[in-house]
């Protein structure tokens, strides 16, 4: 297996919208291409995003590269993203249960419940 990390700043927007967008838009596409393996988005503080992207060939997880900077281009022009970084390699340990793949949709309705209580303490 092999891994694409993609380091991105924000210029404009929420990172809650952002992650929105890629939850319901990008993530679904690119898990579409072959060799999927995996894709995380992750809010790393102080507007900046990282995303991995886990393919079966090398190949692949090079061309979710391409596939993403497309979709920022296309899709994400709002947020003024822009690409500060690309790394990856061969994927030599890994772990993942089936709770974590349902932890990770939980940011949804764990940010929604805070800003909800924020809005009504103002």
Same mark, same amino acid.
């Given at each position: 297996? *092999?891994?694409?990390? #993609?380091?991105?700043?924000?210029?404009?927007?929420?990172?809650?919208?952002?992650?929105? #967008?890629?939850? %319901?838009?990008?993530?679904?596409?690119i898990s579409q291409e072959p060799g999927f393996v995996? *894709?995380?988005?992750?809010?790393?503080?102080?507007?900046?995003?990282?995303?991995?992207?886990?393919?079966?060939?090398?190949?692949?997880?090079?061309?979710?590269?391409?596939?993403?900077?497309?979709?920022? #281009?296309?899709?994400? &022009? %709002?947020? &003024?993203?822009?690409?500060?970084?690309?790394? &990856?390699?061969?994927?030599?340990?890994?772990?993942?249960?089936?709770?974590?793949?349902?932890?990770?949709? #939980?940011?949804?309705?764990?940010r929604a419940r805070r800003r909800a209580l924020s809005?009504?303490?103002?």
């Open positions: 297996m *092999y891994a694409s990390v #993609r380091h991105y700043k924000m210029g404009a927007g929420s990172i809650d919208s952002l992650m929105h #967008r890629v939850d %319901e838009e990008f993530a679904p596409a995996a *894709y995380v988005a992750l809010d790393t503080g102080d507007a900046t995003v990282e995303t991995v992207s886990i393919f079966h060939d090398e190949a692949a997880a090079d061309a979710s590269n391409d596939l993403a900077a497309d979709y920022v #281009r296309e899709n994400l &022009g %709002e947020f &003024g993203l822009t690409l500060t970084g690309v790394s &990856g390699g061969e994927v030599f340990v890994s772990r993942v249960t089936a709770e974590a793949l349902d932890d990770a949709h #939980r940011w949804r309705s764990d809005a009504t303490a103002a």
